[in-house]
């Protein structure tokens, strides 16, 4: 017989955002469940220094940071789950969600934290060298090509630093920007441009990732120039896509409100979504801010706003009363 888990409150997702609506859930006595997803910890896990996490004076892990929150979360009464959602049915309360493995999750209320995803440039070339040359995490993989020469591909934070961190292994890195000026913050460019091992290719976009012979995996990227048309061949053995992250949302397709870009909406200045009792925090509901903080913060907003909701359940109130979201 397959498991069934019921909860006062269901999380969805174990990054910064998640973990903190779980320490706030625990506290606030509702022993939430958090299922952790296919990465547990979230994108924190895949980098190494983080610097801006207040708290810390000197530079700490990603993972280890994640770690600690998940300590933390488990420590005030959190149950961890190593499963994925796969289906949800929001129509009634309680809600009723699918794990992969055939587990049923039964919530009064849930929240959802499920982050961002990698993106990738769409081409034939990519899917079929992932794994062989082409990644979306350098931290995880850059350690593979090791003395040999790498190309990451995009302008924001995650390309400059996954080109810094691979000059740990690399004394050839190129970085590949479409455009003639980087998105990433100024302090990070600084550091790119001073570093002797790192060259950037201004106003290209990777036409085609080439394969060698047999399984010989990525050899070279043919790249074109985003002005004169121009196709060129950079000779590399690893290239890392570093182009942003798509929100986590697909499940939800059609169960809640969900914006243009695939973002769940929520009432502005609260994480209330437009299904009373679901929640949403973190970079699945923030195309703007993006960080961990901002998740971590957000994560609290979310349990505040369900143990509020809770609290209006068992003490009902008219049913055309607006609800407000937590003081
Ligand atoms: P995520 O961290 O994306 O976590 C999502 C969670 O949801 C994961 O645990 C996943 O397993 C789970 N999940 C997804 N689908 C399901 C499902 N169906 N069922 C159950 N669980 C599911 N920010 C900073 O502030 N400082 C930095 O230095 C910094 N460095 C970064 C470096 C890199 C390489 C990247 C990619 C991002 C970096 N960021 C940084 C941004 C920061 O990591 C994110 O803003 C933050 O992790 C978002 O947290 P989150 O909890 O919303 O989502
Ligand atoms: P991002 O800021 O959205 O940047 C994506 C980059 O990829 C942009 O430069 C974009 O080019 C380029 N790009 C997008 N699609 C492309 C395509 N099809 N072909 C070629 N290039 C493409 O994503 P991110 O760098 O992953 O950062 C995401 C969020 O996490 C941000 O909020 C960031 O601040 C945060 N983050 C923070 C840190 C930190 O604080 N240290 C570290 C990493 C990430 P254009 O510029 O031309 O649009």
């Given at each position: 017989m397959t498991a069934v888990h019921s909860t006062r409150m269901l999380i969805l997702g174990s990054g910064p955002a998640g973990l903190s609506a779980a320490i706030y859930g625990a506290r606030a006595g509702l022993s939430p469940i958090v299922v952790q997803g296919i990465q547990p910890g979230g994108q924190l896990t895949t980098t190494t220094d983080v610097e801006n996490y207040p708290g810390y004076r000197e530079v700490i892990q990603g993972p280890w940071l994640m770690e600690e929150m998940q300590a933390q979360a488990e420590h005030v009464g959190a149950q961890m789950m190593w499963d994925t959602i796969v289906e949800v049915d929001l129509s009634e309360r309680p809600f009723r969600l699918k794990g992969d493995g055939g587990a049923t999750y039964v919530a009064d209320t849930l929240v959802i934290?499920?982050?961002?995803?990698?993106?990738?440039?769409?081409?034939?070339?990519?899917?079929?060298?992932?794994?062989?040359?082409?990644?979306?995490?350098?931290?995880?993989?850059?350690?593979?090509?090791?003395?040999?020469?790498?190309?990451?591909?995009?302008?924001?934070?995650?390309?400059?630093?996954?080109a810094l961190y691979l000059t740990n292994h690399s004394h050839d890195v190129t970085l590949i920007h479409r455009r003639d000026?980087?998105?990433?913050?100024?302090?990070?460019?600084?550091?790119?441009?001073?570093?002797?091992?790192?060259?950037?290719?201004?106003?290209?976009?990777?036409?085609?990732?080439?394969?060698?012979?047999?399984?010989?995996?990525?050899?070279?990227?043919?790249?074109?120039?985003?002005?004169?048309?121009?196709?060129?061949?950079?000779?590399?053995?690893?290239?890392?896509?570093?182009?942003?992250?798509?929100?986590?949302?697909?499940?939800?397709?059609?169960?809640?409100?969900?914006?243009?870009?695939?973002?769940?909406?929520?009432?502005?200045?609260?994480?209330?979504?437009?299904?009373?009792?679901?929640?949403?925090?973190?970079?699945?509901?923030?195309?703007?801010?993006?960080?961990?903080?901002?998740?971590?913060?957000?994560?609290?907003?979310?349990?505040?706003?369900?143990?509020?909701?809770?609290?209006q359940q068992d003490y009902p109130v008219p049913e055309d009363a607006e609800m407000e979201p937590a003081e």
């Amino acid at each position: 017989m397959t498991a069934v888990h019921s909860t006062r409150m269901l999380i969805l997702g174990s990054g910064p955002a998640g973990l903190s609506a779980a320490i706030y859930g625990a506290r606030a006595g509702l022993s939430p469940i958090v299922v952790q997803g296919i990465q547990p910890g979230g994108q924190l896990t895949t980098t190494t220094d983080v610097e801006n996490y207040p708290g810390y004076r000197e530079v700490i892990q990603g993972p280890w940071l994640m770690e600690e929150m998940q300590a933390q979360a488990e420590h005030v009464g959190a149950q961890m789950m190593w499963d994925t959602i796969v289906e949800v049915d929001l129509s009634e309360r309680p809600f009723r969600l699918k794990g992969d493995g055939g587990a049923t999750y039964v919530a009064d209320t849930l929240v959802i934290a499920t982050g961002a995803q990698a993106k990738w440039l769409g081409l034939e070339s990519e899917q079929k060298l992932r794994g062989q040359g082409v990644s979306a995490c350098a931290t995880c993989d850059g350690f593979f090509f090791r003395g040999k020469k790498v190309a990451v591909i995009g302008g924001g934070n995650t390309a400059v630093e996954e080109a810094l961190y691979l000059t740990n292994h690399s004394h050839d890195v190129t970085l590949i920007h479409r455009r003639d000026t980087l998105r990433a913050e100024k302090i990070l460019q600084e550091r790119l441009f001073k570093h002797h091992g790192i060259t950037v290719l201004w106003n290209k976009e990777v036409a085609e990732f080439v394969g060698g012979e047999g399984n010989e995996g990525l050899v070279a990227l043919d790249l074109r120039d985003t002005r004169t048309g121009e196709i060129s061949r950079l000779d590399v053995e690893g290239g890392f896509v570093a182009i942003g992250h798509h929100p986590a949302t697909e499940l939800f397709k059609g169960h809640i409100t969900l914006d243009a870009d695939g973002y769940i909406q929520v009432k502005p200045g609260t994480s209330l979504t437009n299904v009373p009792g679901v929640f949403a925090c973190g970079d699945v509901m923030d195309k703007v801010y993006r960080q961990a903080i901002t998740a971590a913060g957000t994560g609290c907003m979310a349990a505040l706003d369900a143990e509020r909701f809770l609290q209006q359940q068992d003490y009902p109130v008219p049913e055309d009363a607006e609800m407000e979201p937590a003081e």
